[in-house]
């Protein structure tokens, strides 16, 4: 199912309900985090994207959970995927019924 709404990148998040309300600056975060300076811009305008290490990193230091982070960037990830006008693909194999008493399985 397409969405029509664009999920906020993580990296948006990251900024306006973290960084900004702290207040904290990219430095410090990159010091509490081990997450270099660079990396973080990077995240934080939306150029890169949160790794399952930097989700971590991100859990500790906010005091969230490393689930939040990677599912943020999941649904926007699979957001840009399901928009991506240069994937193309088709069905190869045929709908198939299924039987009633095989639904209740499903």
């Known amino acids: 199912m397409v969405k029509k709404r664009k999920p ?54 906010f005091n969230t959970t490393p689930q939040l982070w990677l599912n943020l960037q999941q649904k926007y990830d699979i957001w840009e995927a399901e928009h991506d006008k240069y994937i193309r693909s088709e069905h190869i194999m045929p709908v198939i019924p299924i039987s009633a008493s095989a639904r209740k399985y499903l």
């Not at 430095?27 to 399952?52: F, H, P, V």
């Open 8 to 61: 906020t990148h993580p990296g948006i998040i990251l900024e306006e309900h973290y960084i900004k309300t702290l207040p904290i600056t990219l430095q410090e975060l990159a010091d509490a985090s081990g997450i270099s300076r660079n990396t973080l811009y990077k995240i934080r305008s939306g150029n890169a994207r949160i790794t399952a290490n930097i989700a971590v990193r991100l859990s500790k230091v």
